[in-house]
């Protein structure tokens, strides 16, 4: 029997969770309670915060735009997870909702948004992507919702690369044939920042800024071209394999 009830509804609060608590969700979100999942006074749903676990909570109130909620029990205990940072080149619209929402599903622990001479997008927009990130973990059952950093120049993002955290970048040139290998020389559970270039790959001077790197790791996603969204769930499937938490 699976440890987890994939088919119960999940709801992100940002208040703090204990037990006997009361929470008072308001406007759009209470529209989503009552409306949407259509829950009746004294049905369950469950509620994390990022913080304090996941807790089962029953409908105590309801009213046009508001409804209130007590906590009854922590159904599960808060997880963390691996230190791991996708920095990646941002891409327009539904293919950037793709890939943030993935990048949650696989277990990301923040989210770096990179400009570089090929990105195509003009301005990132951070609260639709904050507003994925709470969709994507509400729906798969995720704990831990990574941060969204600020946008930053690739240059930048060099510059302030904090000291001890591996740097994996998805470089075309790198050899194929088994691209776990250089991933296993790193501890497994090290802190690792994961590096992925916009469509049509960084270009010529960027690449070898990254990889003059001494502590850059090499990383090949195959002997296709993949686009950058579908590079996302590749390279952090690798990632997790190697050194996060699929072991």
């Not at 994939?6 to 703090?16: I, M, N, P, Q, S």
């Not at 919702?145 to 955290?165: H, Q, S, Y």
């Not at 250089?182 to 916009?198: H, K, N, S, T």
């Amino acid at each position: 029997m699976a440890a987890y009830d994939f088919a119960a509804a999940r709801l992100y609060v940002e208040d703090g969770l204990a037990e006997g608590g009361e929470i008072e969700i308001r406007d759009d979100r209470a529209n989503y309670l009552l409306n949407v999942l259509r829950l009746q006074a004294g049905e369950a749903i469950l509620v994390f915060n990022g913080r304090d676990g996941e807790w089962r909570a029953r409908l105590a109130q309801a009213r046009k735009r508001a409804a209130l909620l007590r906590l009854e029990a922590r159904t599960r205990a808060q997880t963390g997870g691996p230190d791991v940072d996708y920095c990646f080149a941002p891409l327009k619209h539904a293919r950037l909702d793709y890939l943030v929402q993935k990048a949650v599903e696989m277990g990301a622990a923040r989210l770096s948004p990179v400009r570089t001479r090929r990105t195509q997008v003009a301005r990132v927009n951070l609260e639709r992507m904050r507003a994925n990130v709470v969709e994507a973990a509400e729906q798969c059952g995720v704990l831990r919702l990574p941060t969204v950093e600020a946008e930053r120049p690739l240059a930048r993002l060099l510059a302030e690369w904090p000291a001890g955290r591996a740097m994996i970048v998805c470089d075309e040139g790198a050899p194929v044939a088994d691209p776990l290998v250089a991933l296993r020389a790193l501890p497994r559970g090290a802190p690792v920042g994961l590096v992925v270039g916009p469509e049509g790959g960084f270009d010529p001077a960027e690449r070898e800024l990254l990889l003059s790197r001494g502590d850059a790791v090499r990383l090949s996603l195959g002997p296709r071209i993949l686009r950058a969204d579908t590079a996302a769930v590749a390279a952090l499937a690798l990632v997790q394999a190697a050194v996060g938490d699929w072991g």
